[in-house]
């Protein structure tokens, strides 16, 4: 019954995170306008000191979601409940102009289980995709300067995701599992205009979203011992792209400024938004529990995915799927962590140092053309949590820098700070007496 009442617990504390992760994003930039919005960093704490890094990576104390193979190597005396958030400035430059915005973002809360021998559950609440961004343009309609307008462009929202998967180790070595996701969320964007000369009719576009379905990811991992202190882990990830359910309208309002009369055009797309397929491999090399490096590759088929586009031809107005939107996605990650002893008495040999860089090409594009490239790198320390009651908790910190940029573009410079806190408990120990 104790462990019952424990695991309703921490859902409970998991669904506290539900809330803020559904009423703000955590991000101001112009480019989540497009698509579904930025995708979201799909990693826990230990992961996110190397970059996003994980799809080898088996930890006996941590919830590495991104390959679910690897919740078979979870200690089996303990539940692990991790919980994590982040702060940012970015900086963005255009045209010899720049200028900053501060977020901060709940990110993630998973916790996971040694459910039977060498079967382990994993369960939690992440954000996929965030959209948030407010910012004007203004000029002039001609060279004389008659006429000035303003351009208004506004969006909010995002797609979140909870989970539950499964890791299941069914020869010595070779482990595969499956997470099984629910994702919900309203995206909301606007581009309004107005003008200084009141004969001039104003026109405001209003597109909203609202997403309500699934995903399933799939896992495979195959450890090989190579000798007494080297182990080399590969890991693939598989995810499956579908139709997401949604049904995105566009508003057209068209408002004479003289009379205050305002005519309006609506449009839907049935079942118009959808995410694609993945594929993912990673190695892992183990060095005596004290060394771990690592290369992801993932791959994300978006160039074969269709988007509604509003249009105007010969005065006939359209909201419609249409090709050539995204492009197919790219990210290569290479880090690693340094523990000079796990068990070692001593703390500082117990803390963790971790590193990472990746590349990731743009999934969208800008006016038909590539959308920004994205450059980021991460360092981040593991930090144990040792008092009279515990002594596996950790703390994760790590600092993120994320460049994205292409010719001709808007260029961002992101400085992240990752705070993640694992709850390592002995919920499943059993305590023998004389």
């Not at 490096?293 to 088929?301: I, N, V």
């Not at 002594?391 to 992240?416: C, D, P, Y």
Request: hydrophobic share 35%.
């Amino acid at each position: 019954m104790n462990f019952y009442k424990r695991v309703l617990g921490a859902v409970a504390l998991a669904s506290v995170g539900i809330v803020p992760a559904a009423a703000q994003s955590g991000t101001n930039s112009p480019y989540s306008q497009y698509g579904l919005g930025l995708l979201n960093e799909q990693s826990s704490g230990f992961n996110r000191g190397m970059n996003g890094l994980g799809l080898g990576f088996r930890e006996h104390n941590q919830v590495n979601y991104i390959n679910p193979a690897s919740y078979s190597a979870l200690d089996s005396l303990t539940f692990i409940f991790d919980v994590g958030m982040s702060g940012q400035i970015t900086n963005f430059e255009e045209n010899g102009q720049k200028k900053n915005a501060k977020n901060a973002d709940f990110e993630y809360a998973v916790a996971a289980f040694r459910a039977f021998k060498h079967v382990g559950v994993s369960f939690g609440i992440v954000p996929l995709t965030n959209v948030g961004y407010n910012y004007s343009i203004t000029g002039y309609l001609n060279d004389n300067r008659n006429v000035a307008y303003v351009n208004t462009y506004a969006g909010s929202g995002g797609i979140h995701q909870v989970y539950v998967g499964a890791g299941w180790e069914f020869l010595k070595g070779l482990s595969v599992g499956a997470n099984v996701s629910y994702l919900w969320g309203d995206i909301d964007r606007s581009v309004v205009n107005s003008y200084s000369d009141n004969y001039i009719n104003t026109l405001s576009k209003y597109y909203s979203a609202t997403v309500s379905s699934y995903k399933l990811d799939f896992g495979l991992q195959y450890s090989a011992r190579i000798n007494k202190k080297n182990t080399l882990t590969v890991g693939l990830a598989y995810g499956i792209g579908h139709k997401l359910n949604a049904d995105p309208t566009c508003r057209v309002i068209s408002t004479n400024t003289m009379t205050a009369v305002a005519d309006t055009t609506s449009f839907t797309v049935n079942n118009g938004l959808e995410i694609p397929t993945s594929f993912g491999g990673g190695l892992a090399w183990n060095h005596n529990d004290k060394l771990k490096l690592g290369a992801d590759f993932t791959y994300q088929q978006w160039g074969s995915l269709k988007y509604p586009v509003y249009k105007v031809v010969n005065d006939v107005q359209s909201y419609e799927l249409t090709d050539g939107y995204y492009s197919d996605r790219y990210k290569v990650t290479f880090g690693g962590e340094y523990c000079n002893g796990a068990m070692s008495r001593n703390f500082f040999d117990r803390i963790r140092f971790r590193a990472g860089v990746s590349y990731a090409t743009p999934y969208y594009k800008v006016n038909g053309k590539d959308g920004p490239g994205e450059i980021s790198a991460s360092i981040g320390l593991g930090i144990p949590i040792i008092n009279a009651y515990n002594n596996r908790s950790m703390l994760n910190i790590s600092g993120q820098w994320v460049r994205s940029a292409a010719k001709g573009l808007l260029t961002e410079n992101t400085f992240r700070i990752n705070i993640g806190i694992t709850f390592n408990e002995s919920w499943f120990m059993k305590w023998k007496f004389d």
